[in-house]
């Protein structure tokens, strides 16, 4: 069974750091291109990055361009969203999906999804 399960977040101040992680199982992640998404209360789920199986092809999101960071570990299986510089407006729930082929943000072309993760920026 195809599994995604995403850990790493929390409260942090304004301009601090977290790193999100998305675990998969029952699948080999070599093949799937992986996104990170986000909804905070009243919004729209929004991608805010991806990145292809080979790992060769990222894109972020203008909000998030500079400060967030995709990468993967394929020995574990993992992959990461490295969130720096955060703001309050960042706070959400992040998700992280799979699809084969390539990298999109559209949240419909995503297949797997993991639970989501709470991020709170807050002083």
């Known amino acids: 069974q195809l599994q995604l399960v995403e850990s790493g977040g929390g409260l942090v101040q304004p301009g601090g750091s977290l790193r999100l992680s998305c675990a998969a199982s029952?699948?080999?992640?070599?093949?799937?291109?992986i996104g990170w998404f986000r909804q905070a209360p009243g919004k729209e789920r929004e991608g805010i990055s991806c990145?292809?199986?080979?790992?060769?092809?990222?894109n972020y999101a203008d909000s998030v361009k500079g400060r967030f960071t995709i990468s993967r570990d394929n020995a574990k299986n993992t992959v990461y969203l490295q969130m720096n510089s955060l703001k309050p407006e960042d706070t959400a729930v992040y998700y992280c999906?799979?699809?084969?082929?390539?990298?999109?943000?559209?949240?419909?072309?995503?297949?797997?999804w993991g639970q989501g993760t709470q991020v709170t920026v807050s002083s």
């Open positions: 999906a799979a699809r084969r082929a390539v990298c999109i943000m559209s949240v419909k072309s995503y297949d797997y």
């Open positions: 990145m292809t199986g080979s790992g060769g092809s990222t």
């Open positions: 029952g699948f080999t992640l070599d093949y799937y291109a």
